[in-house]
Nanobody, 122 residues
Framework: QVRLVESGGGSVQSGGSLRLSCLAS????????VGWFRQVPGKEREGVAA????????TVKHSLKDRFTISQDNAKATVYLQMDSLNPEDTAMYFC???????????????WGQGTQVTVSS
């Protein structure tokens, strides 16, 4: 059973930074993708960024490319989302996703984490 464990969420002031971590050691497909999505109540879950575990190739939602970076540490089976210059519009529950994440489409994702809350205050 695949279990994705997120950490690193919290509260930050506008302009601040956070780094989210997703421990994906039980997701054993070395050629698969791991990514991050976010969701606010009443809205659809949107793709933020993803990384191909084999090639290291990344994709980031266009509007977030200047502020968000995804990376991985294969030795730790962990994927990171570095978020800089945060603003209140980034407030959401952030979910780690695996298998099918690279398209940044929630309907293509097979595995989900429980989520970690990010709150940005003005």
């Amino acid at each position: 059973q695949v279990r994705l464990v997120e950490s690193g969420g919290g509260s930050v002031q506008s302009g601040g930074s956070l780094r989210l971590s997703c421990l994906a050691s039980s997701y054993t497909d070395r050629r698969g993708s791991v990514g991050w999505f976010r969701q606010v109540p009443g809205k659809e879950r949107e793709g933020v960024a993803a990384i191909n575990r084999d090639t290291g190739r990344t994709t980031v939602k266009h509007s977030l490319k200047d502020r968000f970076t995804i990376s991985q540490d294969n030795a730790k089976a962990t994927v990171y989302l570095q978020m800089d210059s945060l603003n209140p519009e980034d407030t959401a529950m952030y979910f780690c996703a695996a298998d099918g994440a690279y398209l940044l489409r929630a309907d293509k994702v097979k595995y989900w984490g429980q989520g970690t809350q990010v709150t940005v205050s003005s």
